[in-house]
């Protein structure tokens, strides 16, 4: 039987997960786009000129979605799509300078709320929390053959 702790550790990850994404979707609005917008915009300003295959799988999110989202973002001017050199059936993506401006500006936004989020907690624990957390992602995408029927 696991430690006791972990579900509410996994409880509480998965709230503050929702509530983050209820705060990031309240900024998207604001800035007139969507949370799938915003997130393939905030992956394509980390990770230009890639498929739309790859950026489904960064946003978590399927390839039929995410050509949709591109497809509004393109006539937002936002993002470009051109044919991929050796794939022609894939298209790849990238962001406009407009969209830098607009994803560095979401951050801006994002950023002022730190403080009321990190209130009371030192550096020390979140250096501590962010280890851990890296930690367990880390085991999660290792060991996702047993989440996913398939031990090795």
Partial sequence: MGRPEIRRFFFLAYDLARQLRRWQEKISRDEGLTL???????QLSHR??????ELANLIESDPMTVGGVVERLEARGLV????HPTDS???????????????????????????????GISDDEL??????????????NKNSHVFEGTEQ
């Fill in 89 to 119: 059936r894939a298209k790849m993506v990238a962001i406009t300078d407009e969209a830098r401006v607009l994803v560095e500006t979401f951050r801006a936004k994002a950023a002022k709320f730190e403080p009321a989020i990190l209130e």
């Fill in 127 to 140: 250096t501590t929390a962010l280890s851990v957390i890296e930690r367990l992602s880390e085991n999660l």
């Fill in 36 to 42: 799938p917008q915003i997130r393939a915009l905030g």
């Fill in 48 to 53: 230009d000129g890639i498929t739309q295959t």
């Fill in 80 to 83: 470009t799509r051109c044919a």
